[in-house]
């Protein structure tokens, strides 16, 4: 393909992806293929004569298409958004385009300096305290990452040098392995799996500790697993606290648990994933109160915030920390500017990154605030409206308080039949919702999803769910 030919490609993709996007609620939300479906549509080598750019756009609809499930879709209620918006999609096709790799600052200076610059705009608008960022010159700042569960990854192993550091001060004579063997991880029993698998991964204990009635972790609990941790000679050293959790959008008590943290020494680590998105909204901004005594906090842009993944937003108090936990220098990857801005590849586990600040520039400039603002709220709107709806029927219950925009909710009735339930609604395929479990109840998730829901969505998700639940169980008056 020459650069004739792309213009014309490109603009045919183009068309497809406004297309696509345009008439998303036409497409069964979850596909129907069966394991293996693909291996079926195409040869089974690559071609040895090139094929045709129509030949190719072609087998879009016919390979690809069938096996899509349309996270993008109006009747998408699984899990938690993925980000989708025309500003971000042009911008992925800059940083294409560009195709930089900025491990350093010299591999690609603009890509190093907007992403400096852009984590301060977020920062700014999530109002973080000026320690979190770049141009306040306390040795803080931000970073994209790939994802929540890289950050969360970054921060233990930071927290895990630090501490090793600090002990191996203290018992010089301590070998490394055994120094690891006594640290302490915690997390609260609602995190999400991404925080055991860190402390798999660092080699370290993670505890998940019990929450409270609302699911929140709270500095009690926290405090008391400390105490009898220290009181088998272990030595705790990180909390990873977590602003709307994955089953139920809890929160944890940050003022508590950072007040704890600071006590004891532990760096607290802050995921906000999914709700960090809220809190440019001054409503919203109160759940990340304590934030201040965090170490790190992080969330992701390409879960609500209109930006496509991948971009995860993860700020540090101390960049030293990081640079100081991954840092090896060998000479091909050093250059005359050398610590007068940030080379990222200190703040991360792979060296390649990609430019992707590229498109949170977009989507900031093109939305602004006040229209990123609009999302969250109509969003936030549409899933009361759903809890509303639920909540009028009498053979349902909404388990959790609609703070943001996911709905838990469950049948007045066994796990099995919740169960059923939900497999019935997935099976028929106008919508699509996962589960999840609160202690030992099986609760149903409604996420809102798509940028496009529309009242009418949610009204055709709740007629949804109220048919079949019919089928299951008879009318509301039977129940
Ligand atoms: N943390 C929380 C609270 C989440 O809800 C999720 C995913 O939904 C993650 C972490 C993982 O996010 P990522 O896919 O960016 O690693």
């Not at 920390?321 to 991954?326: G, K, Q, R, T």
């Not at 009498?394 to 925009?405: K, Q, S, Y």
């Not at 919740?418 to 019935?424: D, V």
Request: glycine share 8%; net charge neutral; aromatic share 8%.
């Amino acid at each position: 393909m020459n650069a004739e030919e792309f213009r014309k490609a490109g603009k045919e993709m183009v068309d497809y992806v406004a297309d696509y996007l345009e008439n998303i609620r036409e497409r069964r939300v979850l596909p129907t293929v069966q394991p293996g479906y693909l291996r079926q549509l195409i040869p089974a080598q690559a071609p040895e004569e090139p094929d045709s750019w129509q030949q190719v756009l072609q087998d879009v609809e016919r390979v690809i298409m069938p096996g899509v499930t349309h996270w993008n879709s109006p009747q998408f209620h699984a899990y938690f958004p993925t980000g989708n918006s025309y500003p971000a999609i042009v911008a992925d096709m800059l940083s294409d385009a560009i195709g930089c790799i900025g491990f350093t600052w010299i591999a690609s200076p603009a890509c190093t300096e907007l992403e400096v610059a852009m984590m301060d705009w977020l920062g700014q608008a999530l109002r973080l305290p000026a320690a979190f960022l770049a141009s306040a010159g306390h040795g803080g700042g931000g970073v994209i990452q790939g994802t929540a569960s890289e950050a969360s990854l970054v921060a233990l192993l930071s927290a895990r040098a630090r501490a090793t550091r600090r002990l191996k001060q203290k018992h010089p004579d301590w070998l490394e392995s055994a120094v690891v063997g006594q640290l302490v991880a915690y997390c609260s029993d609602q995190a999400h799996s991404s925080a055991e698998r860190a402390g798999l991964l660092a080699g370290v204990r993670m505890r998940q500790l019990q929450t409270d009635n609302n699911f929140s972790l709270r500095g009690a609990a926290l405090r008391r697993a400390i105490e009898k941790d220290k009181s088998m000679g272990l030595v705790p050293f990180f909390l990873l606290a977590t602003l709307g959790t994955t089953p139920s959008c809890a929160f944890d008590c940050l003022p508590e648990l950072g007040a704890v943290c600071e006590a004891e020494g532990l760096w607290m680590h802050v995921d906000a994933a999914y709700a960090g998105s809220a809190f440019i909204c001054p409503e919203f901004r109160p759940l990340l109160d304590g934030v201040g005594l965090a170490d790190s906090f992080n969330f992701n842009p390409h879960k609500w915030m209109l930006v496509n993944f991948d971009c995860s937003a993860m700020w540090v108090k101390r960049a030293n920390d990081l640079v100081d936990a991954f840092n090896v220098d060998p000479l091909y990857l050093k250059h005359d500017k050398q610590g007068l801005v940030p080379d990222y590849r200190h703040w991360q586990i792979p060296l390649g990154r990609r430019f992707r600040s590229l498109k949170l520039w977009f989507v900031l400039r093109m939305f602004g605030l006040s229209g990123l603002r609009a999302h969250i709220r109509r969003h936030v709107a549409l899933a009361k409206l759903f809890g509303e709806l639920v909540g009028a029927d009498r053979r349902f219950e909404v388990v959790t308080p609609v703070t943001l925009g996911l709905v838990c909710f469950r049948l007045k009735a066994k796990n099995e039949v919740n169960e059923a339930l939900l497999k019935q609604i997935n099976d028929a395929g106008r919508i699509h919702m996962v589960p999840s479990k609160l202690r030992q109840t099986y609760i149903l998730r409604f996420a809102v999803c798509a940028s496009a829901t529309e009242e009418s969505d949610i009204e055709l998700a709740w007629g949804e769910v109220r048919d079949q639940a019919t089928r299951l169980v008879g009318p509301p008056d039977r129940l």
